[in-house]
């Protein structure tokens, strides 16, 4: 078991920055994945960016150039900075840990991104 705290949403202008941080109850050495995903007002679920344990890492299309996550292993936490902020990058950002066939949550914490 793993509990995921997310922290660093909030309100912010277009164009602006932000740095959500996801800190992990233990060690997450065993973490296949750490990622991001956000649920925006009326959509789906959808991946954000994922990192693996070998340290590559994925994006989505929408996020290329302007996230980049990135994890401490020392602190047990997972990052996603986020630069260049669109209003349509409003939503819930959730910071998900793939353990062997587990897939662990955290609470989320909410983005906006005003125009």
């Known amino acids: 078991q793993v509990q995921l705290v997310e922290s660093g949403g909030g309100l912010v202008q277009a164009g602006g920055s932000l740095r959500l941080s996801c800190a992990a109850s233990?060690?997450?050495?065993?973490?296949?994945?750490m990622g991001w995903y956000r649920r925006a007002p009326g959509k789906q679920r959808e991946l954000v960016a994922v990192?693996?344990?070998?340290?590559?890492?994925n994006y989505a299309d929408s996020v290329k150039g302007r996230f980049t996550i990135s994890r401490d292993n020392a602190k047990n936490t997972v990052y996603l900075q986020m630069n260049s902020l669109k209003p349509e990058d409003t939503a819930v950002y959730y910071c998900?840990?793939?353990?062997?066939?587990?897939?662990?949550w955290g609470q989320g914490t909410q983005v906006t991104v005003s125009s």
């Open positions: 233990r060690n997450i050495f065993d973490a296949n994945t």
């Open positions: 990192i693996f344990s070998n340290g590559g890492t």
């Open positions: 998900n840990a793939a353990i062997f066939t587990n897939n662990f």
